[in-house]
């Protein structure tokens, strides 16, 4: 199994900015799509943001343009940057990796993702 480890959460004020970090066990390079998903309190987990192989991200309209996912194939790890975090963004970040290849890497497709990290908590107050 792949396992993916999130670090890089913590606490900001309204306005800041964090980056998260996913290390996986396995090359990243087969991991074809990795994203980044939140479960905030009392809400679903939601996906957000997806990155191929290739490198083409896609992102949901809460995030554009706040959040940028980027990966290192070379380090196996897979990052979020964060900007202009607003309460509402306070959540449990995770990231996952795609392992149902019949749906385009997209947030659009949570249903493809089979392999998740634990997870790391962003609290913005």
């Known amino acids: 199994d792949v396992q993916l480890v999130e670090s890089g959460g913590g606490s900001v004020q309204p306005g800041g900015r964090l980056t998260l970090s996913c290390v996986a066990s396995q090359r990243s390079i087969t991991l074809d799509c990795m994203g980044w998903f939140r479960q905030g309190p009392g809400k679903e987990r939601e996906a957000f943001a997806t990155?191929?192989?290739?490198?083409?991200?896609k992102y949901a309209d809460f995030v554009e343009g706040r959040f940028t996912i980027s990966r290192d194939n070379a380090k196996n790890t897979l990052y979020l940057q964060m900007t202009s975090l607003q309460p509402e963004d306070t959540a449990t970040y995770y990231c996952?990796?795609?392992?149902?290849?019949?749906?385009?890497?997209?947030?659009?497709?949570?249903?493809?993702?089979?392999?998740w990290g634990q997870g790391t908590q962003v609290t913005v107050s």
């Open positions: 990155i191929d192989r290739d490198g083409i991200t």
């Open positions: 996952a990796a795609r392992t149902k290849f019949g749906y385009s890497c997209s947030p659009r497709y949570p249903m493809a993702f089979g392999y």
